[in-house]
């Protein structure tokens, strides 16, 4: 098991942006999607393309369904980005309207995330995230609302 962190990276007035960090590392998940591909050229484009989705949905209207493509299972908010045809998949988790965990993401080379073992992973661990924090919720422990995650800055989650 790894244990991570939820480390906010971008607040507004009514949208905040989160990351999972993992224990002894220095970078979130979604800086370290941001690292590895923002110098190759032939997925500049689409990380790009996620970026400002990202970067219009916190200053805008928030991270609305609509915006994200269906992933993980159906009982889950594991989604990814972008909604349309890419070579890049970034894996979320959308709490509400308001918040959203980017988790991490790589290159979409099989039909399904589940094929590619990697971005299997990515999608485990946020579904895994997404039971810890229901249970936090239900405790009372922590609280989502407003662009925020009320009591998480100081909890480890063993994924």
Avoid: H
Wanted: with cysteine.
């Amino acid at each position: 098991m790894k244990r991570a962190k939820i480390k906010t990276l971008k607040q507004t007035a009514k949208n905040g942006l989160f990351s999972l960090v993992f224990e002894n590392e220095d970078y979130s998940e979604f800086e370290k999607f941001i690292l590895k591909f923002r110098d190759e050229a032939d997925a500049v484009k689409d990380l790009n393309i996620i970026l400002s989705y990202i970067e219009q949905m916190i200053n805008g209207a928030g991270f609305l369904e609509r915006y994200f493509r269906p992933e993980g299972k159906m009982k889950d908010n594991v989604c990814a980005l972008p909604v349309v045809s890419g070579k890049l998949r970034l894996y979320c988790l959308r709490l509400s309207d308001s918040v959203l965990i980017a988790g991490g993401g790589g290159r979409k080379n099989t039909k399904t995330y589940d094929e590619d073992t990697n971005l299997n992973g990515y999608v485990i661990s946020l579904q895994k995230l997404e039971s810890l924090i229901q249970v936090e919720v239900k405790k009372g422990n922590i609280v989502i609302e407003s662009g925020m995650i009320e009591g998480a800055d100081d909890k480890i989650f063993e994924l």
